[in-house]
Structures are given as C-alpha cells and as structure tokens.
C-alpha cells in the first residue's frame, strides 16, 4: 500500500479481476466447435430416424397392399363353383372347348402356370351369380332359335345368361330377352337364338346377370394385380400396386379318399390345357387352391444393400427338399438400394365343390 501526504494508506492500484470482461478469439472457436458438432450429431441422428421411419413406412405400405390383394384373391376363390358345381353333373356332359372364358364344362379354377418360380402365375376363377342355378326342366321341346318353356317359379329375369343341356350333351350359352308366365308353374324365356335343337328332358341353368363377372382371371402386369371379367370382355381393373410374385397350387386327392394328399403346379397332368379336358372325376379331386404372394415397398431404400431371399409353401420338415410345392427366389439390389419385401399367404378350401360333389 501506498502512503498519503497525511500519513494515510492508499488502496492498491486496480489489478486485472476489476478489468471490463470479454470474450477472447479462442472462446468464439471453441463455440463455434461445439455447435457444429453439435449439428453434426443432431443431423446423423434426424437421417437415421427418418431412415427408420421410412423403412417401417414402406415396410407398412408393402403389408397392407399385400393384405389387400390376398384378400381380393382369396374371396373370388372361395366362392369358385357357385352355382356351376350344383349343376356340375349335367355340366360333365358338354364338349370341352380350349377357352376358359367360353367353356360350358363344371370348371370352378384354374391356374396357368408361368413355368418359373420367379414370375408370376394366374388364375381364373368362374361362379354363377344366381341360386337357380341347379336347373329347370323343359316343359316342351325348343325348337333352335325358339323360346324355351321351363317348369319353374318366376326366379328368371331379362338380361339373365342361362345354359341349355341336353341329356345328350348338347349345351349352348345365351341371354335371356323377355320373360313371361303362360301358365302355372311355367315360365317362358325369350333369348338371343341358338342353333340347335333342344328336346323334352333338357334343363336351363341361370347364371344370373350377364352383365356381372362371372368369370374373373387374376394376373400381375408391370408389378400391379390385376383383374379382368373374360365372360364380358372388360378391360383389365388395377387391384394393388407392387406385387412382385404370385404363385397358386392345387390342394389334389391322390388316392380318392376325399381328403387332400398334396400340392402341385399348375403343369403336366394339371395344367391349364388338360383341365379343360379333363372329366368331372378328375375336377374334383382338386380340394383347395393355395396362394403365395410376393410384395414390396414403393421406394428403394439407398442403406439396404443385401439380397432378398423369399421362400413360398414352406413346411417343418428337416429337409426342406422334401416339402411339395416349395418354391424360393432371390432379389439382389441395384445402384440404389433395394426394397423391402414382404410375403404372404394361405389355403383357400373349395367348399363349393366339396358341397356340391356327386351332383
């Protein structure tokens, strides 16, 4: 301490804790540091979060489209047979014809098989729109571009597609124009002419509105199922989008029992071209179809990189070589990532069919 002119003590001098505060160059780098690895670590973790998020987005997306064309597909299956299996037995009787869309025979399903594992099949699925379809005897004989005269209630209406069959194997397809009761118990149809001759003894199925698919493939195009009504010519309707496989199998009676045995691809003694042929016997030793589908997310996903193997009708056996109608494939990305895939699916039982067997 300094002394005064009085002898006093003076305070010290001011030292550098009583200076103004600042902020020196070194602080400011240090922040600026700090913040940007802060942003850093904020941004790695916001692209990894919505990385996850679009993963279980497509991941999503891919189920739900997949649920939905499984269940589009399955519902048409179980209602195969409607009507057509009730009458299958006058049905058995007319000549087969290499169309699906034209035959007359007692064909519930039938799959076209792509002949490969890694594309898709398809598969036509045919039913009778009307509960009369049992039949209704003729009254009188139709003489060929005549109306015909049935004994039946009043359950037939114009625009109706109705089938005539002969007890000698005679069928023919045509649509109902008028409708009229000339006496009880009795019903007269008018319809678009036929050329034959159909005698006494002769029934008329109704298949109910023509207008109405009755006969509905099912098959993918471009990565979208499709459906498609062949009996009226329509143009194929979009069902789901990014369907990448889908694969049916017959659920067959190997040894006449009545109970299914295995499963087989649409080929060889069951392919498409000898079911069209093939005699009623034959048609109802298919018990159930099974459906497999494959399907994706809308987007790649540029951080998945690894192959995709899917397995279809797998079973619990130790040797997988074993299990009938497996099928497997594999998917390999590309530049931009790879999609995220789903599968499914099930048994369809034709109940219709089974009901109906013997008739």
């Not at 001098?13 to 540091?33: E, P, W």
């Not at 049992?134 to 209630?153: C, K, L, N, W, Y």
């Amino acid at each position: 301490m300094n002394a005064s002119p009085c002898g006093k003590a003076l305070p010290a001098q001011a030292t550098g804790a009583n200076r103004s505060a600042g902020v020196s160059l070194v602080d400011v780098l240090v922040g600026v540091a700090v913040a940007m690895i802060a942003i850093v670590v904020i941004s790695r973790a916001f692209v990894a979060l919505d990385a996850l998020r679009r993963g279980a987005s497509g991941a999503s997306d891919a189920q739900i489209a997949g649920t939905f064309a499984l269940d589009a597909i399955t519902a048409a299956i179980a209602n195969a047979g409607a009507g057509w299996s009730a009458a299958s037995a006058w049905l058995d009787t007319c000549p087969a014809t290499s169309d699906i869309a034209t035959t007359l025979r007692p064909i519930s399903a039938v799959i076209f098989d792509s002949g490969s594992a890694t594309m898709p099949d398809a598969i036509v699925v045919r039913q009778a729109l009307h509960a009369g379809a049992i039949g209704a005897s003729f009254a009188s004989a139709a003489a060929a571009a005549s109306d015909f005269t049935v004994e039946s209630v009043d359950r037939f209406a114009v625009g109706d597609r109705v089938v005539a069959v002969s007890r000698a194997g005679t069928c023919a397809a045509t649509q109902l124009t008028s409708v009229s009761v000339p006496a009880s118990g009795l019903v007269r149809l008018g319809h678009a002419p036929v050329a034959v001759d159909f005698p006494l003894g002769s029934v008329l199925l109704d298949l109910g509105p023509a207008g109405r698919a009755s006969t509905l493939r099912f098959d993918v195009a471009a990565g979208t199922l499709r459906s498609t009504d062949l009996a009226n010519g329509d143009a194929p309707i979009p069902l789901a989008a990014n369907v990448v496989n889908v694969k049916f199998q017959y659920g067959v009676d190997d040894d006449g029992d009545g109970a299914l045995d295995t499963w087989v691809s649409a080929s060889g003694a069951w392919s498409s071209a000898a079911l069209l042929a093939a005699p009623l016997g034959d048609l109802a030793r298919i018990k159930a179809i099974r459906v497999g589908l494959v399907v994706r997310s809308d987007e790649r996903e540029r951080s998945r990189r690894a192959t995709y193997s899917w397995v279809l009708f797998d079973c619990e056996r130790a040797d997988k070589t074993t299990c009938p109608g497996r099928l497997t494939a594999t998917l390999a990305p590309t530049a931009s990532g790879n999609y995220r895939y789903r599968t499914l699916e099930t048994v369809v039982p034709l109940r219709n069919v089974a009901w109906n067997a013997g008739t």
